[in-house]
């Protein structure tokens, strides 16, 4: 298996544009999870989907962000506008069945935003 | 609230040595799993163990080790025969299922591995 799939690995953007970050997860897992990863907050998580659905969206920062996963194969996480407090690694990660089970993460995509 | 801390921000050893690393978390939850990931400068996360809660037995995977204290709510990491590709942050997180599937992390601690 390929692994989880992150595109693209980098993003450079300027304030105020629209952001799209994407993921393929691991074939058969049903749980998908988007994290960030910053020097001042560590990392944490945005929002999860259990069979597509979002579980727990209680970490999306605010309105600018937006998560979907239209079906088991790709999730993308949107920001818009973005501004630079939203630099960061977005990490998506994948796991299977209970979810008590080891999440498997992407590469993720570093996001610069001028 | 649940939190994990690594109280070492930077830790540094000799090849071939062995280091501990530290973790200690707050829940009042019982069950619970524990790990420890890995970040390479590649940036990569990399799982390198794992502890379910219920489980008195240490948990092994060939230089790594884990010394989990339940009743004083530790999780440190031990790794023997230290190689330099073991350079890396480590994460300690943990995951309750009855509040959801998402892994809480620590703030990391920074090995470098010399030579």
């Known amino acids: 298996d390929a692994g989880v799939i992150q595109s693209p690995r980098h993003e450079v953007t300027e304030m105020g544009q629209e952001v799209t970050l994407r993921c393929k997860p691991i074939?058969?897992?049903?749980?998908l999870f988007w994290y960030r990863q910053t020097m001042m907050r560590g990392l944490e998580l945005l929002i999860y989907?259990?069979?597509?659905?979002?579980?727990?969206d209680s970490g999306m920062p605010e309105d600018r962000f937006s998560a979907k996963m239209p079906n088991a194969s790709f999730s993308t996480l949107k920001i818009q506008p973005s501004e630079p407090r939203d630099s960061a690694v977005y990490f998506c990660?994948?796991?299977?069945?209970?979810?008590?089970?080891?999440?498997?993460f992407g590469p993720g995509t570093r996001l610069t935003v001028l | 609230a649940q939190t994990v801390t690594q109280s070492q921000p930077e830790m540094s050893v000799q090849e071939a040595e062995t280091v501990t690393l530290s973790c200690t978390y707050d829940?009042?939850?019982?069950?619970?799993?524990l790990f420890w990931y890995k970040q390479p400068p590649s940036r990569q996360m990399i799982l390198v163990i794992r502890?379910?809660?219920?489980?008195?037995q240490n948990a092994t995977e060939n230089r790594f080790s884990v010394n989990f204290q339940k009743a004083a709510k530790s999780f440190s990491l031990k790794i023997s025969d230290s190689q330099l590709g073991d350079t890396a942050m480590y994460f300690c997180?943990?995951?309750?299922?009855?509040?959801?599937?998402?892994?809480?992390f620590g703030k990391g601690t920074s090995l470098l591995v010399t030579p």
């Open positions: 989907f259990n069979n597509n659905v979002p579980i727990d």
């Open positions: 997180a943990f995951m309750i299922p009855s509040s959801g599937y998402a892994l809480n």
């Open positions: 990660a994948s796991s299977f069945r209970t979810g008590a089970t080891v999440q498997f």
């Open positions: 502890q379910e809660a219920y489980k008195q």
């Open positions: 829940t009042s939850e019982n069950n619970y799993y």
């Open positions: 074939s058969g897992h049903d749980y």
